[in-house]
């Protein structure tokens, strides 16, 4: 058997994250589950599960057009996936199906602190 060679370049691989200030009541996104990472933006607190999501459709952040995004980095995000029924699921597969829509945010009850965006959140997987 030949050389292999493989390629790859970060630019492939780049999903902003879908922040709180993205999100608003009624806002959503469909698309696939592609990949899974560990993210640590705080290193006094554990890591985070988060999902880049291959979008049934591009949406504009900050001017500029993706059909990938991350999440997973928002509290409610994580609420909504273990709290799935008819069985807690310990997080998204590759090739899960999402529905994530923001159904409310709930203001924050101290000064200081971020509200918190509620989703629903539906995950087809088969």
Known sequence: MGTQEFVGRSTDAEAPFLGASFWQVGVS???KAIKAFDSRPDINKPAQRCYVIELDSPIEIDGEEWDRVSVGNLAGFKMALESMKPARLDGLKMGDRILLECDSIKP?????YSPRI?????????
């Open 108 to 112: 924050a009850k101290k000064e200081g």
């Open 118 to 126: 509620n989703f629903v959140l539906r995950v087809s997987r088969g």
């Open 29 to 31: 996104i469909t698309g």
